[in-house]
């Protein structure tokens, strides 16, 4: 049983993983050549920075990546560091809409999106450099215009990756709840939130992908295997663990981008602390608004998530830090 376990985990979590590059990827050459001047022309402001932060996020489908690259733009002087704080408030909202997707429980439709997108990335291949000649005019002109359909196609088969990768990670929600060692975590969880707070940190400081920590976990609750508290403690912790990247990618930077990657920390592990002891509350808000448990959890994160931007984005206008905009 504990092979089957570990072998559906990993076998769901590459597909999963490979699907959030494959879209990650295609929105990257969609609008990544763009991405660094409108972060640099529309971040004049707090408010300004969050709702561009939380866009780009949603369009990339990682925080990380939105985080990794305000941090690049600060070490290379582009951006200033007050910048960016609205920016990393934003990726917080942004990131939200992978898990509320999987909370919409869309698995059944994984592999019929994967061959549509399969055909219609061979079609444009067929119609565009392969079948018209690569270096021909005709060929050129068609690839262009093929080229947003081709990434559609891409970004499609990802999100289908995705949804494949889920479902086969959430298989295993019945094997795991059998376990003692579920078992344990679980009676240790509900007598004190730390224990779900620390799981969700090393399970994605491990893997640098919260949203497949919380794809699980929404399977595990959706499964009836895990309560609704545990999971939501779990969810915070998630947030806390994302932030390692940001860590390691300010690492040997400038002090501004190293401000940023704390500023990041600081978001999260402040908000994780100050609504931990309110997991029940935001599971029973949670809970009038769907009957789902999987839904439920991605609603406690968006709910999180939204009000931490939203508590902490008048402290981005205190003059002490617009000050800064020099370093």
């Known amino acids: 049983m504990l092979f089957m376990i570990i072998t559906r985990v990993l076998g769901g979590f590459v597909v999963f993983m490979l699907g959030m590059r494959a879209m990650e990827l295609a929105m990257h050459r969609s609008v990544g050549h763009r991405l660094q001047d409108v972060l640099r022309r529309s971040t004049a402001t707090p408010l300004h920075g969050l709702a561009v932060g939380t866009a780009t996020t949603a369009v990339l489908q990682s925080s990380t990546a939105v985080t990794v690259i305000a941090i690049g733009l600060v070490n290379a002087g582009v951006l200033t560091f007050p910048r960016t704080l609205g920016i990393i408030l934003g990726t917080n909202i942004g990131t939200c809409l992978t898990t509320e997707l999987i909370g919409l429980n869309l698995g059944s439709l994984g592999w019929p999106l994967l061959q549509i997108s399969l055909v219609l990335w061979l079609l444009t291949a067929l119609f565009g450099e392969v079948g018209l000649g690569r270096f021909s ?143 029940g509350e935001l599971g029973t808000i949670a809970a009038s608004l769907t009957s789902s448990p999987a839904s439920q959890i991605a609603h406690a994160q968006t709910i999180f998530n939204v009000l931490c931007s939203v508590i902490a984005l008048p402290i981005c206008y205190l003059p002490r830090l617009r000050k800064l905009s020099a370093t």
Do not use: Y
């Not at 949804?163 to 059998?178: D, E």
């Not at 940190?201 to 491990?206: D, I, K, R």
């Not at 400038?254 to 401000?259: L, Q, V, Y």
């Open 137 to 279: 005019r005709a060929g050129q002109k068609a690839s262009r215009f093929l080229k947003p359909f081709r990434n559609g196609s891409v970004l499609t088969g990802g999100f289908a990756l995705l949804l494949i990768g889920i479902g086969l990670m959430q298989s295993v929600a019945p094997a795991v709840q059998a376990t003692t060692f579920f078992q344990g975590f679980i009676s240790r969880a509900e007598d004190s939130v730390l224990w779900g707070l620390a799981a969700g940190v090393v399970l994605t400081a491990a893997v640098h992908s919260s949203a497949a920590v919380i794809g699980i976990v929404m399977g595990l609750a959706q499964s009836g295997a895990m309560p609704l508290d545990v999971g939501i403690a779990i969810v915070l912790g998630a947030n806390v663990g994302t932030c390692i990247t940001a860590v390691l990618a300010a690492l040997g930077g400038t002090p501004s981008g190293r401000f940023v990657a704390w500023a990041h920390v600081l978001l999260n592990v402040g908000g994780a602390a100050l609504f931990a002891p309110f997991a």
